[in-house]
């Protein structure tokens, strides 16, 4: 049975692929959806919602259609004077926000080169042979912590994305899929001040946090300058389903039952 929740999680999945986008932003459905969803009072079906919006804003053609969609712009600055709100929602609207209004000549060639400000994600979301890693991280209490955090993902040789869950004390990391996921920890860890567990669901569908292992002989590949992207591969996602909670579950055909069963859930069943 789908909500909210399930639906927006699985449309942010999907935009995290770079050849789903077009077709998500031209769908009758699914923009209009994801703009009723800005109101909606759950922070984690926001902060999704905001996540998917962020992806879809990464391909130039689509910030006409998404500026001119009834009700974004002003969902938008709803968001970030909304009271109450976590500042990774806030953050994240003003950053969707900017990216629609500013010019695309004049917008940077790519988020991470706006040094001025730290990515809240992507490095690049294009890779095709990635996977997805959720980690709890101890001592993420602040936004020192999290620059520091920061910082340590960005020089793993691999990373392509991460967002923060602050609240929660999360992080979701998409990299490549022939990075050993200890090389995160490793990282982290290196901070002296922070370590991290990964969440992965066991056969109950609960969470539970795995140690892993952190090894000072582990050499950790490390970027010695951000380039613009990683080198695209031509081969398909590695699927890890027994470790992974946040997996990318974008599909070849986007025409297919799913999103259309995704948007008539958006445009006919808003019963928040």
Same mark, same amino acid.
């Given at each position: 049975?789908?909500?909210?929740?399930?639906?927006?999680?699985? +449309? !942010?999945? /999907? %935009?995290?692929?770079?050849? *789903?986008?077009?077709?998500?932003?031209?769908?009758? =459905?699914?923009?209009?959806? &994801?703009?009723?969803?800005?109101?909606?009072?759950?922070?984690?079906?926001?902060?999704?919602?905001?996540?998917? +919006? !962020?992806? /879809? %804003?990464?391909?130039?053609? *689509?910030?006409?259609?998404?500026?001119?969609?009834? =009700?974004?712009?002003?969902? &938008?600055?709803?968001?970030?004077?909304?009271?109450?709100?976590?500042?990774?929602?806030?953050?994240?609207?003003?950053?969707?926000?900017?990216?629609?209004?500013?010019?695309?000549?004049?917008?940077?060639?790519?988020?991470?080169?706006?040094?001025?400000?730290?990515?809240?994600?992507?490095?690049?979301?294009?890779?095709?042979?990635?996977?997805?890693?959720?980690?709890?991280?101890?001592?993420?209490?602040?936004?020192?912590?999290?620059?520091?955090?920061?910082?340590?993902?960005?020089?793993?040789?691999?990373?392509?994305?991460?967002?923060?869950?602050?609240?929660?004390?999360?992080?979701?990391?998409?990299?490549?899929?022939?990075?050993?996921?200890?090389?995160?920890?490793?990282?982290?860890?290196?901070?002296?001040?922070?370590?991290?567990?990964?969440?992965?669901?066991?056969?109950?569908?609960?969470?539970?946090?795995?140690?892993?292992?952190?090894?000072?002989?582990?050499?950790?590949?490390?970027?010695?300058?951000?380039?613009?992207?990683?080198?695209?591969?031509?081969?398909?996602?590695?699927?890890?389903?027994?470790?992974?909670?946040?997996?990318?579950?974008?599909?070849?055909?986007?025409?297919?039952?799913?999103?259309?069963?995704?948007?008539?859930?958006?445009?006919?069943?808003?019963?928040?």
């Amino acid at each position: 049975m789908m909500d909210a929740l399930s639906v927006v999680t699985q +449309l !942010r999945d /999907l %935009a995290s692929e770079p050849q *789903n986008r077009e077709v998500i932003v031209q769908d009758q =459905g699914c923009l209009p959806g &994801l703009v009723l969803f800005l109101d909606h009072k759950s922070p984690e079906v926001l902060f999704a919602t905001l996540q998917t +919006l !962020r992806y /879809l %804003a990464e391909m130039s053609p *689509n910030i006409s259609t998404m500026k001119n969609e009834l =009700g974004m712009m002003v969902s &938008l600055e709803n968001l970030m004077k909304r009271d109450g709100l976590s500042v990774d929602i806030t953050s994240l609207a003003k950053e969707v926000y900017d990216i629609l209004i500013t010019p695309i000549n004049v917008r940077p060639a790519s988020p991470e080169r706006a040094r001025g400000k730290k990515p809240q994600f992507f490095i690049n979301s294009s890779n095709k042979k990635a996977k997805s890693v959720t980690l709890h991280i101890q001592g993420l209490d602040s936004s020192e912590q999290r620059s520091l955090c920061e910082d340590a993902l960005l020089k793993v040789k691999g990373v392509i994305s991460f967002t923060f869950q602050m609240a929660s004390k999360r992080c979701t990391v998409r990299i490549r899929s022939d990075l050993p996921t200890e090389s995160l920890a490793s990282a982290i860890a290196g901070t002296k001040i922070l370590s991290a567990q990964q969440v992965v669901k066991n056969e109950e569908g609960d969470e539970v946090l795995i140690p892993l292992k952190v090894s000072s002989e582990a050499e950790v590949q490390q970027n010695t300058a951000l380039p613009d992207y990683l080198p695209e591969e031509e081969d398909s996602p590695e699927k890890d389903l027994t470790r992974a909670v946040s997996r990318t579950t974008a599909k070849e055909d986007t025409n297919g039952s799913w999103l259309n069963a995704a948007a008539s859930f958006l445009t006919k069943t808003f019963y928040w």
